[in-house]
Structure formats: structure tokens, C-alpha cells
């Protein structure tokens, strides 16, 4: 059962360079998330996606954009990436609201 | 907006012993949801335990338990007989009844020694 996945599990940018983070889910979940992880600090919800066709700004959302393709996939777009964007990326899903989040093994994402 | 606090930013405990971890957190709402996830060094973040906000009992599920005081917004997580691959960080999270954005707290990294 894979679950949630993430690629890349790695990645290195140039300031400026745009990229996309890719998350898929397998077990037919509605609901779609991603956070960002730095150093000290908790887990914090860039966007999230209730629903197939909806996008919703969590705490932390300037700087990206996100794309919910289908209800399997969920992507995160850096247009110009920032060293305040170095950071490790996690995916998530649930089937209902208030249902344990699934976390895929994250990206970790350098900006230089 | 809730905060999620855990004072202790790293703990250590002896190998078959007990450890008890701190959270707090500042909500208005009187139905939310609160959990407890592990993340060892692999990354992953694992879901050790729920706990309804509207349910008096406090959530069990094997060697964790936590202690869930509604009045004083506290959460703790009580790990018995701990064993090395507890060893991880755990994170405190805070979610409102009908909402997806969850809020976690800034973690307590624990390590058992044998």
C-alpha cells in the first residue's frame, strides 16, 4: 500500500527557479494538504484541498500556488523560489474532516 | 487563531520507564480535536493517538495514554515502558470540530537510552 507519495524526495534550487511539488494519494481520500517544516517550529498548512476542485489558504500561503488535478493528486507550485523557502514539504490527506491526516515522507527542499 | 504550545524541546527517558509529555493549547471553541503524532528520524509522521474534545475518557491505545484536561486546554502524552524506537519527535496537534487546517505545536524530541 503505498498511500500518499511524494517526488521529489530531494531537491536544490536557484533563487528565482520555479518548481513543482507532486503528491498522489491511493486511498481515495477527499481532503488534500500540504505544510512546510523549518527547524524549532511545528508543521504549518500552506494550502490545504477539502475537496476535488477546491483550494483553500492555510496559515503560510504566499509564495505558492496549488493545483488539486483529480481527486488522486494534489500539486505545489514555488514560481520564484526564495531562501525562506528552504524547508522540508509534507503531503497529507484524509477521507473526512476531523479524520487523522496521512502524511507521505516529505521533500526536502533547499533554495540557494 | 489556536496555538498549539509544548514546552519541552527535548526530553530523554531510560529505557522500560515512563515519560510524560506537555501540551497546551488556546482555543475558544468547545468541540475540536486533538492529536499526538511521532516523527522518528525516517521522517515520516506516524499518528500515535485522538482524543475528541467532546469525550470525558482519555484516549488509550497501547503503551500511550494521554491525560486530556479540557478546563486547563491541557494534552499530554504518557508513554510506558518506553521502548528505543520511541525514540523520535512528537508533535502536539490542535484541529476545530468541521475544519481541515490543523495546527501543530513545535514538537518535544525524545530519546530513549538504554
Known amino acids: 500500500n503505498a498511500g500518499v507519495t511524494q517526488t521529489p524526495k530531494f531537491q536544490v534550487l536557484k533563487t528565482g527557479q520555479s518548481m513543482t511539488l507532486q503528491c498522489a494519494q491511493d486511498?481515495?481520500?477527499?481532503?488534500m494538504y500540504w505544510y512546510r517544516q523549518d527547524p524549532g517550529m511545528g508543521l504549518r498548512l500552506i494550502y490545504y484541498?477539502?475537496?476535488?476542485?477546491?483550494?483553500d489558504k492555510g496559515e503560510v500561503p504566499n509564495g505558492y500556488n496549488v493545483s488539486r488535478l483529480n481527486k488522486r493528486e494534489f500539486s505545489l507550485r514555488l514560481e520564484s523560489a526564495a531562501p525562506s523557502q528552504t524547508s522540508v514539504y509534507f503531503c497529507?490527506?484524509?477521507?473526512?474532516?476531523?479524520?487523522?491526516?496521512?502524511f507521505g515522507d516529505g521533500t526536502r527542499l533547499s533554495i540557494l | 487563531a489556536q496555538t498549539v504550545t509544548q514546552s519541552q524541546p527535548e526530553m530523554s527517558v531510560q529505557e522500560a520507564e515512563t515519560v510524560t509529555l506537555s501540551c497546551t493549547y488556546d482555543?475558544?471553541?468547545?468541540?475540536?480535536?486533538l492529536f499526538w503524532y511521532k516523527q522518528p528520524p525516517s521522517r515520516q509522521m506516524i499518528l500515535v493517538i485522538r482524543?475528541?474534545?467532546?469525550?470525558?475518557q482519555n484516549a488509550t491505545e497501547n503503551r500511550f495514554s494521554v491525560n486530556f484536561q479540557k478546563a486547563a486546554k491541557s494534552f499530554s502524552l504518557k508513554i510506558s515502558d518506553s521502548q528505543l524506537g520511541d525514540t523520535a519527535m512528537y508533535f502536539c496537534?490542535?484541529?476545530?470540530?468541521?475544519?481541515?487546517?490543523?495546527?501543530f505545536g513545535a514538537g518535544t524530541r525524545l530519546t530513549v537510552k538504554p
Open positions: 496537534a490542535f484541529m476545530k470540530h468541521d475544519r481541515n487546517d490543523m495546527r
Open positions: 482524543q475528541e474534545a467532546y469525550k470525558q
Open positions: 484541498s477539502a475537496s476535488e476542485g477546491t483550494t
Open positions: 497529507a490527506s484524509n477521507g473526512q474532516v476531523n479524520q487523522p491526516q496521512h
Open positions: 482555543t475558544s471553541e468547545s468541540n475540536y480535536y
Open positions: 486511498m481515495n481520500h477527499n481532503s
